[in-house]
């Protein structure tokens, strides 16, 4: 019964996210970047307490996994604003990402 119940609920959400980005086309970016960010934060909350908790069985510091999680982040960010500013996101079709990334920094 749980299966059944699970599957409509991911049925009605995702008919209600798709009609939400049809009434707001102007807005759509926005509610990409949105959807992107709930998606990430969603695995991060997943996996972040699940590597702290291997990072204290294998007895590495967890100052050191966060020092590393950031890293990778900001670096990942970082590469997206040269990829964009160089032209290579339109050639490699990367733009969509490129441009909601500028459009979270910039406030729009």
């Known amino acids: ?3 059944i119940i699970f599957g409509l609920l991911t049925f009605v959400s995702t ?3 798709g009609l939400c980005a ?23 909350f997943d996996l972040v307490p699940e590597a702290l908790r291997l990072a204290t069985i294998a007895s ?9 999680t950031a890293v990778v982040s900001y ?4 590469l997206n604003a040269i990829f964009l500013s160089t032209g290579y996101a339109l050639l490699t079709g990367h733009a969509p990402m490129c441009v909601t990334i500028r459009r979270i920094f910039r406030g729009c």
């Open 75 to 78: 670096s990942s960010l970082f």
């Open 60 to 68: 590495v510091p967890l100052e050191r996994v966060m020092y590393v």
């Open 15 to 17: 008919l209600l996210g």
């Open 1 to 3: 019964m749980f299966p």
């Open 22 to 44: 049809i009434r707001y086309r102007k807005r759509f970016g926005i509610l990409a970047a949105f959807a992107a960010g709930v998606l990430i934060a969603v695995s991060l």
